[in-house]
């Protein structure tokens, strides 16, 4: 039973305030198997779709719970997928549904052709450090364009140039960014300096690029916790996803108030 059920049933007194109430606590998570628990609630609640993560799922519970997501919410994002599992999930495309699938991010992301997706007034500028950062990128650029942010890209980028660096960000003053995710290994360094540079919040993405003391991404992330340049923000290892929902929700609430200013 959905919202809308619940709601013309409560109004037409075919249950109690106190049914009424329990059913939509029922809404809120929905169980798959003895397996999986998925929250059907999430993007009414936040505006942010159900995210699977494929790693470790096999392709049946994967599709199980793509097939039972999108007919309940609309939508659903499916991350870190493999290639086999992008490869079935091309394969459902119908009239009815359409994929969008980015290997290279090893994200797919799977709607219902009538979805009204949302269109927010703002712009989020995603940058990398180097080409080994660009899936994460990636990966942050497809949820945040979903989710109905506009995006420029700035790719390999690093501080081994510094020239490199210091036009990415003019460029991102150019194009008069909202928000940056800027994303980097190694030694972590280019967030800090685009944060210096700009007056923007910056979201800091380390990857897990890196050798010897660099130990898969910990000293990028290390030094942007400890960065110096103030207004940044630092996620998890190689999390565009978290980056982007992060970014999304920054970029809702700026969009919400220009709307309103612009009705006045």
């Known amino acids: ?3 809308r059920t619940i709601l013309r049933k409560l109004v037409n007194k075919e249950i109690s305030i ?4 329990s059913k939509l606590k029922l809404l809120a998570i929905e169980e798959l198997g003895k397996y999986v628990k998925f929250d059907i609630g999430r993007e009414i609640r936040r505006g942010i779709p159900e995210i699977v993560l ?3 799922k096999s392709s049946d519970i994967l599709m ?7 007919n309940r919410s609309g939508r659903v994002i499916v991350s870190r997928a493999t290639n086999e599992q992008l490869k079935i999930i091309k394969e459902i495309q119908n009239k009815n549904l359409e ?4 290997e290279e991010a090893h994200i797919a992301i799977v709607r219902r052709r009538d979805l009204e997706r949302e269109k927010l007034h703002c712009k989020v500028g995603i940058v990398t450090a180097g080409t080994y950062d660009v899936p994460v990128a990636e990966e942050a650029k497809e949820i945040v364009e979903e989710l109905g942010c506009e995006v420029e890209t700035l790719y390999d980028v690093g501080i ?4 490199r660096a210091i036009e990415a960000a003019k460029k991102l003053k150019e194009y008069d960014v909202d928000i940056a995710i800027v994303i980097a290994g190694r030694e972590g360094a280019l967030p800090s300096i685009i944060a210096s540079l700009l007056d923007i919040p910056i979201i800091a993405v380390p990857t897990s690029s890196g050798y010897g003391a660099g130990s898969g991404g910990l000293a990028a992330l290390l030094s942007m916790l400890q960065s110096c340049s103030l207004g940044m923000a630092v996620v998890n ?3 565009g ?4 929902l992060f970014a999304t929700l920054i970029c809702r609430r700026i969009s919400q108030l220009r709307e309103m200013k612009h009705c006045e």
């Open 160 to 163: 081994a140039g510094l020239q």
């Open 64 to 70: 199980n719970l793509i097939n039972r997501i999108v």
């Open 241 to 244: 996803v978290g980056a982007a």
């Open 54 to 56: 494929a790693e470790g």
């Open 18 to 21: 106190e049914e009424a109430e």
């Open 99 to 102: 994929i969008k699938v980015n």
């Open 1 to 3: 039973m959905d919202i």
């Open 237 to 239: 290892i190689d999390n």
